[in-house]
């Protein structure tokens, strides 16, 4: 009788060890995600030199010293100048 109530004690450990992990796992995931998402709210931002749009600036065209947020501003801006 000993021996039964030590392996469903172990077993019970075992368990709860099992579901404190996955919440551990399930809390870091959460704040990975939420990091991830602020590392891309804080992109650069550069205006475009036609129509005042701001795109990140990673994705803007450049020329010179003058962003764009496509090619056709870029082209149309060149042209006037």
């Known amino acids: ?26 809390v870091q995931d959460h704040r ?8 891309v709210t804080r992109k650069q931002m550069v205006r475009c030199a ?4 701001y795109v990140p600036r990673d994705d803007a065209l450049c020329n010179g010293d003058r962003y764009f ?8 801006e060149l042209k006037n100048n």
């Open 50 to 53: 036609s129509c005042s749009v």
């Open 32 to 39: 990975r995600h939420y990091r991830q998402k602020q590392a």
């Open 1 to 26: 009788m000993g021996l039964i109530r030590f392996i469903l004690l172990a077993c019970l450990v075992w368990l709860l060890f099992v579901i404190i992990q996955k919440i551990r796992q399930q």
């Open 69 to 76: 947020c496509c090619a056709s501003h870029m082209e149309t």
